[in-house]
């Protein structure tokens, strides 16, 4: 035996993870991936129904139908992984963290949906460059026009409407060090 190396020492457990802890995890990241991927595609098929065979039909140029799909991407994307995680967050809980209450979570459930189509609100407005622009610039603009058009809403002071839920599913850094200091 080498000096160091610890044979015939029984392993200590670590008090992380355990096997079906880590199984679960995989499982759970595996489930809102697909749910996410499946939402984008389905808002890329429902914003290009809408872009081809509605009412909008006549104000989308075809040089913007990109754009439209790009805004579906996000909404989808952004249902598909948000409405799950709040789920999860309102059927699970610990001692820690408590299970969200079903009213909070339908707002959040609403949030995400209203946040999905402001972005394909914006993804419409981006889509009338198509009258100006050619199909690949439309569409690089339009990657960049819906990928940030959220930016201006995350510095929305919501404490101030009543709305301190808003902030995400996660409690801030401010939330955990208000409760350790009433320990």
Same mark, same amino acid.
């Given at each position: 035996?080498?000096?160091?190396?610890?044979?015939?020492?029984?392993?200590?457990?670590?008090?992380? #993870?355990?096997?079906?802890?880590? &199984?679960?995890?995989?499982?759970?990241?595996? &489930?809102?991936? =697909?749910?996410?991927?499946?939402?984008?595609? =389905?808002?890329?098929?429902?914003?290009?129904?809408? =872009?081809? /065979?509605?009412?909008?039909?006549?104000?989308?140029? /075809? /040089?913007?139908?990109?754009?439209?799909?790009?805004?579906? &991407?996000?909404?989808?994307?952004?249902?598909?992984?948000?409405?799950?995680? &709040?789920?999860?967050?309102?059927?699970?809980?610990? !001692? !820690?963290?408590?299970?969200?209450?079903?009213?909070?979570?339908?707002?959040?459930?609403?949030?995400?949906?209203?946040?999905?189509?402001?972005?394909?609100?914006?993804?419409?407005? =981006?889509?009338?460059?198509?009258?100006?622009?050619?199909?690949?610039?439309?569409?690089?603009?339009?990657? +960049?026009?819906?990928? +940030?058009?959220?930016?201006?809403?995350?510095?929305?002071?919501? !404490?101030? +409407?009543?709305?301190?839920?808003?902030?995400?599913?996660?409690?801030?850094?401010?939330? #955990?060090?208000?409760?350790?200091?009433? /320990?």
């Amino acid at each position: 035996m080498s000096v160091g190396s610890g044979a015939g020492k029984p392993r200590a457990e670590s008090p992380g #993870r355990s096997l079906a802890g880590n &199984i679960a995890f995989g499982a759970g990241l595996l &489930i809102v991936l =697909a749910t996410m991927t499946l939402g984008g595609y =389905a808002g890329v098929s429902l914003s290009l129904g809408l =872009a081809d /065979d509605s009412f909008l039909s006549s104000a989308v140029p /075809d /040089d913007g139908r990109n754009a439209v799909a790009v805004g579906g &991407i996000g909404a989808g994307g952004l249902a598909g992984l948000m409405v799950p995680l &709040i789920l999860l967050a309102a059927v699970r809980g610990t !001692e !820690e963290k408590p299970r969200m209450p079903l009213g909070e979570a339908l707002l959040k459930v609403l949030g995400a949906l209203v946040l999905g189509v402001y972005l394909l609100v914006v993804s419409l407005v =981006a889509a009338q460059l198509g009258w100006l622009l050619s199909e690949g610039i439309t569409t690089l603009v339009s990657v +960049f026009v819906v990928g +940030f058009s959220w930016l201006p809403l995350a510095l929305v002071p919501w !404490e101030r +409407f009543g709305l301190g839920g808003v902030g995400g599913l996660l409690g801030t850094s401010r939330d #955990r060090g208000s409760s350790d200091k009433s /320990d």
